[in-house]
């Protein structure tokens, strides 16, 4: 819960909202242009910022210079992009790239949106943080700091997880009590929250424009994530109704590695985690991320990791 300050500021009615209550046309022409962007909600130098949304008038289509992320505090909030509207619930997230197209429709004196104003070069430093072998986060990532010009989205049904609840409202918390230190641990904060936005996949939605071919890697990874013990590309070709060897060339195109070394990785990935949070025997742990046979299992964990299995688990309870 916020402090009863912050709180405060974030409830207030601002003087333009006062006057749009008051009948007098809102101030928004040309508050999403480059110098409006540059000057006013994103000055010179800074990478970050975040800004409390406007009430009770309509945001015309527009897009931005910069990555925005919305988070919806309390009540909810509309976004209509590409003629089809979003509703974010309270606690819910949206990631829009500077490409995208979108307006906003008018809320209410109930609802608190936050808008996280953030240049694509700081995502750069997100890279030092989030583990570069995850396939996913390397994907999300591409889509969230693109060079290209495709309008892009990715939206986090994500009110239920404390974690990232309590995530935000630290970022909002320090953001509003900035000291000399308060850039630095803005920075750290954020890349803690997109590190456990990462490990909620199941709550993503995500759209590219004009990109299917995007669309079907986003689901074939998140399908692999969910059924890696059994996946295979023929499962995977019936299940999209695409010819396997696309969809093999596609996987290899976006995350750079093939079917094979990308399901191995996602069940070595998965047999660390029981290895370290269970007291499942080496052997269950085989089979339960789909191995049968145990010496090839052996030979690979022991390539990629340089110890056993064994002496892996022996190591993290040590």
Not at 117 to 139: A, H, Q, T, W
Not at 144 to 155: A, L, P, R, V, W
Not at 182 to 189: D, R
Not at 306 to 318: L, N, T, V
């Amino acid at each position: 819960m916020l402090n009863n300050d912050i709180y405060n500021k974030l409830t207030a009615l601002t003087e333009d909202e006062l006057n749009i209550l008051k009948g007098e046309k809102p101030k928004i022409e040309g508050i999403f242009s480059d110098k409006v962007q540059q000057g006013e909600v994103l000055h010179i130098g800074e990478f970050i910022n975040i800004v409390r949304h406007i009430r009770f008038c309509d945001i015309p289509e527009h897009k931005h210079d910069f990555i925005e992320i919305a988070y919806v505090y309390r009540g909810k909030m509309i976004q209509k992009i590409k003629g089809t509207e979003i509703e974010l619930k309270k606690g819910e997230i949206i990631f829009l790239n500077q490409y995208i197209q979108h307006e906003i429709k008018a809320s209410s004196e109930e609802d608190i949106i936050l808008n996280f104003v953030i240049k694509p070069k700081f995502f750069e430093y997100l890279f030092s943080l989030i583990d570069n072998g995850n396939v996913i986060s390397k994907f999300i990532l591409s889509t969230i700091y693109s060079e290209n010009t495709k309008g892009e989205y990715i939206y986090f049904r994500v009110s239920e997880i404390e974690k990232i609840q309590t995530i935000l409202e630290e970022i909002i918390e320090e953001f509003y009590n900035m000291d000399f230190l308060g850039a630095s641990k803005l920075k750290l904060l954020i890349g803690l929250l997109v590190i456990e936005l990462l490990k909620n996949v199941d709550k993503i939605t995500e759209y590219t424009e004009d990109s299917f071919d995007t669309k079907l890697v986003m689901n074939t990874l998140r399908y692999i994530e969910e059924f890696y013990k059994d996946a295979s590309l023929s499962t995977i070709s019936e299940k999209f109704n695409q010819p396997y060897y696309r969809i093999s060339k596609l996987i290899k195109e976006f995350t750079g590695l093939n079917f094979k070394e990308l399901l191995q990785e996602k069940k070595l990935e998965k047999a660390i985690e029981l290895l370290k949070n269970s007291n499942y025997s080496i052997e269950y742990i085989i089979e339960e991320v789909g191995y049968e046979n145990a010496s090839y299992f052996y030979r690979i964990f022991k390539t990629k990791y340089g110890i056993s299995p064994k002496e892996y688990r022996k190591m993290i309870k040590a």
